[in-house]
Every structure is written in structure tokens, then in C-alpha cells.
């Protein structure tokens, strides 16, 4: 499986931003999907996540309110839209995915098996 992240970018706090990610090469409803965030000198960390029907979903406590994650499983994408964005969310974000077996290790990413490359989010003050 691969897959693509696009649309990270520079924005200033209290805006808003949408990720999205693009998977090939597997069947997409296999897996459940995971959005994580890394800072420099910190853990790459689980920020929300979706089961592979979408009817679950979990997010970290510090963006609940704040970001949504979905996914449209046709277009074998999932996205992650973030609202009130402040400089602590400055991070590289990664889209990851896990076969669609248990969803209560959503939180350890050496559970999911699969990585984009990251994509870039800068929120100025």
C-alpha cells in the first residue's frame, strides 16, 4: 500500500487546514486509517484515527473540538480537517494505515504498517 499526503502548508493560528491522503495498491476498506503528527525532537504521535468503515473514530485530547478525520472509502482517501489551529500543532503529519483487525492499538504507531512521506504544517503566531 502507498500512500500520499497533500496539503500541509503555512497558515497562521485560528486558521484552518484539510490533509488528505491518497492510498494505492491495496483494498482500501482493508484498513483502518490513522492520522500522526511529529514535532522536531519529539515521538511521532497518534493525532485521530478511523476505522476502515468510518464509523469509529478517535482523536488525541489536545484536537478534539478541532480536527475531524474522515475518509471516503470509493476514492480510497482519508482526510483530516483542522480547524483553530495554534503553533503547537506545528508538526509533520503522517498518514498511516493498519489492517482492519483490532482497533484498540489505534494509538501505537508500530501497529500500523504502512506510511506516507509526511506533509509539512507550519502555524505562525
Known amino acids: 500500500v502507498q500512500l500520499v499526503e497533500s496539503g500541509g502548508g503555512l497558515v497562521q493560528a485560528g486558521g484552518s487546514l484539510r490533509l488528505s491522503c491518497a492510498a494505492s495498491?491495496?483494498?482500501?476498506?482493508?484498513?483502518?486509517m490513522g492520522w500522526f503528527r511529529q514535532a522536531p525532537g519529539k515521538e511521532r504521535d497518534v493525532v485521530a484515527a478511523i476505522t476502515w468503515s468510518g464509523s469509529i473514530t478517535y482523536y488525541t485530547d489536545s484536537v478534539k473540538g478541532r480536527f475531524t478525520i474522515s475518509r471516503d472509502n470509493a476514492k480510497n482517501e482519508v482526510y483530516l480537517q483542522m480547524n483553530s489551529l495554534k503553533p503547537d500543532d506545528t508538526a509533520v503529519y503522517y498518514c498511516?494505515?493498519?489492517?482492519?483487525?483490532?482497533?484498540?492499538?489505534?494509538?501505537?504507531?508500530?501497529?500500523?504498517?504502512?506510511w506516507g512521506q509526511g506533509t509539512q504544517v507550519t502555524i505562525s503566531s
Open positions: 498511516a494505515a493498519k489492517q482492519a483487525t483490532h482497533f484498540t492499538d489505534i494509538t501505537d504507531n508500530r501497529a500500523f504498517d504502512y
Open positions: 495498491g491495496g483494498t482500501f476498506r482493508q484498513y483502518h
